[in-house]
């Protein structure tokens, strides 16, 4: 009884996490080549598992264990693993539920891929994925789950700190001819960082309540060195949580973390409107730094969990390349909107009331901002 009421509170907190949240589930993946086969082992989120689950439309079962076994069999249909183009079927051989009071919700997966018989060892193995892609966040915005991944050949080579996702297949060329093994783990650090700026960006472009914020800050500023300043103190300020977080020095619940970002929100957009004299200068840039501590918390996500295990060189290209890919991301609304108010007061400079027009588009601006973080806010906290 307790199992299923925990299973219906979990699926009771996805459907308000779909409101907050950014649709990736992170996680992380090992995998060994074998001579005869490949051997995955699959660390994923609880909320990637429920996901699928409520999603997809199966929420008739009555323990958590029917829930961790139907993810698996759903991950060995969304896991498409191939050699020399061969395409290879799976097996799942075993399930790892949570541990009952583990501070990170996993559920890990150990799948098998064996060589079809009577062929060669390939030479190329290449993994793509699709977890997660068929169902909606949002209106042109699909779920999508990403993967940390660390490949090894047995008695081999080894390459990590791979990103793994719907857009990015990895490719790994074997090597049988084993005479001086180099088992030590290989690091691609341009190629690691190229794939974490661009799910920096794409973790921004999704995560509607970030966008909101910067949205609410660029609305009030009024010259470029104002927008410089405060969007400094914001990227300082996530920058800061975001590595402390991925470090596991700073953790806070998301019971805090998402109300706080949605409190963010509805808080600037309301400064704007109620106080617009106090949305400039050092008390904004406060504002601006003070929430951005609790975004940066929410940028880090499952990193942290998908992290564990690999090198600092590795946890240090990925900070500073995610971080990047996610200032490009805010830029995408920040200058463009910058774009658009001084575009309001050089239209509006001749008028007997220059500022009429640039004022009317911040308090609507505002107004439609404090709405929606309000609803957000509405979600987080039930």
Not at 1 to 14: E, S
Not at 95 to 122: C, H, K, M, W
Not at 182 to 206: C, E, Q, Y
Request: contains cysteine.
């Amino acid at each position: 009884m307790i199992r299923c009421c925990f299973f219906f509170l979990g699926l009771l907190q996805l459907a308000v996490l779909t409101a907050v949240a950014h649709p990736v589930a992170q996680g992380a993946m090992e995998v060994v080549v074998r001579p005869d086969a490949i051997e995955v082992r699959a660390r994923v989120s609880t909320e990637e598992a429920f996901v699928a689950e409520a999603f997809g439309g199966k929420t008739t079962a009555q323990k958590l264990d029917d829930v961790w076994r139907r993810h698996g069999e759903y991950l060995l249909a969304h896991f498409h693993l191939a050699g020399d183009g061969v395409p290879l079927a799976g097996e799942l051989i075993g399930i790892t539920p949570p541990a009952p009071n583990a501070s990170s919700e996993r559920v890990s997966y150990d799948l098998r891929f064996p060589f079809p018989a009577g062929r060669a060892q390939p030479r190329t193995i290449v993994l793509q994925q699709d977890v997660l892609n068929e169902f909606i966040f949002a209106p042109g915005n699909r779920w999508e789950a990403s993967y940390i991944v660390r490949i090894t050949q047995q008695n081999g080579s080894a390459r990590e700190g791979l990103l793994f996702t719907s857009r990015e297949p990895l490719t790994f060329v074997c090597n049988w001819d084993l005479g001086s093994p180099d088992t030590a783990p290989h690091l691609n650090k341009w190629a690691m960082a190229a794939a974490f700026v661009r799910h920096g960006i794409r973790h921004i472009l999704s995560g509607y309540d970030h966008l909101l914020f910067i949205a609410g800050l660029v609305l009030a500023v009024r010259s470029l060195w104002d927008l410089v300043k405060v969007v400094t103190a914001f990227t300082l300020a996530h920058t800061l949580t975001l590595t402390l977080a991925v470090l596991d020095i700073v953790r806070l619940s998301n019971r805090i973390v998402e109300p706080m970002i949605a409190a963010s929100i509805v808080f600037v957009a309301a400064q704007n409107i109620l106080a617009p004299s106090r949305s400039r200068g050092w008390l904004r840039l406060a504002v601006a730094f003070g929430f951005g501590l609790f975004h940066g918390l929410g940028f880090a996500g499952g990193l942290l969990s998908a992290m564990e295990g690999m090198q600092g060189v590795a946890i240090a290209t990925a900070i500073v390349a995610f971080s990047l890919g996610v200032e490009l991301g805010h830029q995408v609304v920040a200058l463009p909107l910058f774009g658009v108010l001084k575009l309001t007061r050089a239209y509006s400079s001749g008028a007997a009331d220059p500022e009429w027009v640039p004022r009317w588009v911040t308090r609507m601006g505002s107004s439609a901002i404090c709405a929606a973080g309000l609803v957000y806010l509405v979600a987080a906290l039930r």
